[in-house]
């Protein structure tokens, strides 16, 4: 969360999202933390692409993680990967 030292610094932060929202622009709504780890999740899938040749949106790469984890829960280590979201 950002902090800011005057009203009019968190309303001028506060205007330019809505603006960019209003343009379109989705990566306005993450937090730090979901933008960072779509940037990390991106570079993955480069280099998954540089090994393979093989394109995988991360979309699909997430769809496919999830239907495989939903079949056999048990044989998966959920520990890092499913951890609760903190409060």
Excluded: H, W
């Excluded at 009203?7 to 929202?21: F, G, K, P, T």
């Excluded at 394109?55 to 499913?82: G, Q, T, Y």
């Amino acid at each position: 969360m950002q902090t800011f030292p005057a009203y009019s610094d968190a309303r001028e932060a506060a205007e330019r999202i809505v603006r960019e929202l209003a343009n379109g622009s989705q990566a306005a709504a993450l937090t730090a933390t979901q933008s960072r780890d779509a940037l990390a999740a991106f570079a993955r899938l480069q280099g998954f692409y540089q090994s393979t040749g093989r394109r995988v949106s991360l979309l699909a790469a997430v769809s496919e993680f999830a239907e495989d984890f939903l079949a056999a829960p048990l044989a998966k280590s959920s520990r890092a990967i499913c951890a609760p979201s903190p409060a």
